[in-house]
Structure formats: C-alpha cells, structure tokens
C-alpha cells in the first residue's frame, strides 16, 4: 500500500520537528541546511521515524529543490 502525502519543508531550523495539518499535510523543520540534498536526507529520516517504516520506504516525487514537496510512503 502507498500513501502520499504534501509536506511543506522548513531547512536550517533550530529544533527537527515535524506537525501534521491534516492526514495528507505536514510541516517538517530539519536542521540540516538545504544544500547537497542534506534537508532532503533529513527530511527522510524525520519522516521514518514518525511513520515507523524504513527510510528506503521513502521517496520524494516532486519538489527536490523546493519546500513543497509530494512524498511517497510505502506502507
């Protein structure tokens, strides 16, 4: 089963963290800088540890250098 979902990506942040708007939206702070796809890596293993899947599990779609991003879980 696949579910996607819209996340709005905050990089450079002091604290990770992420806050779900709905069932399909959510905004993550990392505090890996958005350079090299270091917040993109982060944005991953934030989302992983939330959903409790594996971080292979995970795939950005759309949206690889912009802060709205449609991700990919394999649940």
Do not use: C, W
């Not at 942040?13 to 800088?33: G, Q, R």
């Not at 890596?41 to 795939?59: C, D, M, N, W």
């Amino acid at each position: 089963m696949t579910r996607r979902i819209s996340v709005t990506v905050k990089p450079n942040a002091k604290h990770a963290d992420i806050t779900p708007l709905s069932d399909t939206e959510f905004h993550v702070a990392v505090t890996a800088p958005s350079q090299d796809g270091k917040a993109n890596k982060a944005l991953i293993e934030i989302l992983a540890g939330y959903f409790g899947v594996p971080k292979s599990t995970i795939t950005i779609l759309r949206g690889h250098s912009a802060r709205q991003k449609l991700v990919e879980l394999k649940v």
